[in-house]
């Protein structure tokens, strides 16, 4: 009698089973190794952009601090120191002002001289009229940059 061979479909394949886990395996272990390395990529890169967000904040913060002059800054304290009614003319040029009126004291046109944006202040003439003087002064803007 001879025998005939059956082929067992039931029967497991332990050979293909065993490298079929050990790739299984090796597969998990890397998404876990990458899934890690992501994540310690990403706390790195928060880290650093919030480092670069307080050095910005820093920088525009020293920016804003630098005084800057602004003719409207400029007249508005003229306008304070002499009286609205007191300046007759405030003429702009090229960055250079002109002011024609009057005040009561040398004393106000020193602080005008004074005051902060200001440079090359001159009186060009002054008059005496009425207990009141009268003057034309220039200066040009941009005493602080």
Avoid: P
């Amino acid at each position: 009698m001879r025998k005939k061979a059956l082929i067992n479909f039931f029967k497991e394949e332990e050979r293909e089973e065993k490298y079929f886990k050990c790739t299984v395996i090796i597969l998990i272990y890397l998404l876990i190794f990458q899934s890690y390395t992501s994540i310690k990529s990403i706390n790195n890169l928060k880290e650093d952009i919030n480092n670069t967000k307080t050095i910005v904040q820093s920088n525009v913060e020293q920016a804003v601090e630098k005084k800057k002059s602004t003719l409207v800054n400029d007249t508005n304290e003229i306008y304070n120191l002499l009286g609205f009614s007191n300046v007759e003319r405030l003429s702009v040029e090229n960055n250079k002002v002109s002011i024609e009126g009057k005040c009561k004291s040398l004393e106000i046109l020193d602080k005008l001289k004074s005051m902060d944006n200001i440079k090359n202040f001159s009186v060009t003439n002054v008059e005496n009229k009425n207990n009141k003087l009268y003057f034309h002064a220039i200066y040009e803007i941009g005493g602080f940059e």
